[in-house]
């Protein structure tokens, strides 16, 4: 590979296996073909990759499922061909979607059945203390989460992120109320 695309496809390579999402083989993939000016081959990305067809091939659906690279035909050609996304908000409103908001909704499920629990029990099971703390906290938890959705939300669907929109969500105490532990 060539010194300038060399860079390239190593550095997104290490930026991708840091992420939690991708692979540094995917992002490697992705920065190649991003660099390319047309449709690739899987022979042509193992080769230049210096990987096997099959490993690529496995990396490449991966790559396909989170709408980073999308599979084309040539004219003529029987192979499978790829080219990168270059729609990157799409992508990111995709990333934010399926990978980020799944994660909030979980920690906020779980907030509401802990929630439910000490109304359940009537905070039996706790000190005196913690039934008064242990609300509180979850609903700060609860409210800061729920904010981080909103706005999540709102990127995938394109929407503007407004002030008055995230308040609406956290009612902002003043600031001599707030405490910290």
């Known amino acids: ?11 997104i390579g290490a930026a991708a296996a840091t992420s939690g999402i991708l692979t540094q083989l995917q992002g490697r993939i992705f920065a190649l073909l991003y660099l390319h000016a047309g449709p ?24 396909v499922e989170w709408h ?9 050609s029987r192979k499978d061909h790829y080219e990168a996304a270059t729609d990157f908000w799409r992508v990111m409103q995709e990333i934010m979607e399926r990978r980020f908001r799944w994660n909030l ?5 779980t907030v509401d059945e802990t929630m439910r629990a000490v109304q359940s029990t009537g905070g039996k099971g ?14 700060a938890l609860r409210a800061f989460f729920s904010a ?6 709102a990127f995938a669907q394109g929407k503007a992120i407004t ?3 995230l308040q609406k969500a956290v009612p902002l ?3 001599r109320v707030r405490r910290t532990r």
Do not use: C
């Open 1 to 11: 590979m060539e010194r300038i695309p060399g860079i390239f496809v190593d550095g």
């Open 40 to 63: 690739m081959s899987l022979d042509e990305i193992a080769t230049e990759l210096g990987q096997s067809k099959s490993n690529v091939s496995i990396q490449v659906r991966g790559l």
């Open 68 to 76: 980073l690279v999308r599979h084309t035909r040539l004219p003529g």
């Open 105 to 109: 909704r979980q920690v906020l499920a």
């Open 126 to 139: 706790l000190d005196r203390e913690q039934a008064a703390f242990v609300p509180a906290r979850l609903a």
């Open 148 to 153: 981080v959705d909103l706005g999540l939300g």
């Open 163 to 165: 002030p008055e929109g």
């Open 173 to 175: 105490l003043p600031s």
